[in-house]
């Protein structure tokens, strides 16, 4: 199994940008990763994913362009960098972890989750 925490999130002013981080304990590398977010009386939502190894990686539209997705397994680390955020980027971030071979953009796939860390852009 494995155990993951964020952090990077914060206030940023509309067109900045944040880079978060999702540090992982276990067997990182055994698991392809992705990226969810959730606003306030909204449903959780597919944000990015990663495979096992680095080298596939599938944006959202509504971020494509904007935001991407990396992973460091000699440091156990996944990464978000968001890049032009909007109004509508405000939500809380969680990183997620599936079995290697199974991330896809639906969140029953992933088996770990996070705690989230809070984004928030002020227009």
């Known amino acids: 199994q494995v155990q993951l925490v964020e952090s990077g999130g914060g206030l940023v002013q509309a067109g900045g940008s944040l880079r978060l981080s999702c540090a992982a304990s276990?067997?990182?590398?055994?698991?392809?990763m992705g990226w969810f977010r959730q606003a306030p009386g909204k449903e959780r939502e597919f944000v990015a994913k990663?495979?096992?190894?680095?080298?596939?990686?599938y944006h959202a539209d509504n971020v494509k362009g904007r935001f991407t997705i990396s992973r460091d397994n000699g440091k156990n680390t996944l990464y978000l960098q968001m890049n032009s955020l909007k109004f509508e980027d405000t939500a809380n971030y969680y990183c997620?972890?599936?079995?290697?071979?199974?991330?896809?953009?639906?969140?029953?796939?992933?088996?770990?989750w996070g705690q989230g860390t809070q984004v928030t852009v002020s227009s």
């Open positions: 997620a972890a599936a079995a290697a071979g199974r991330g896809s953009t639906v969140l029953t796939s992933y088996d770990y």
């Open positions: 276990g067997r990182f590398i055994l698991y392809d």
């Open positions: 990663i495979d096992w190894r680095g080298s596939s990686t």
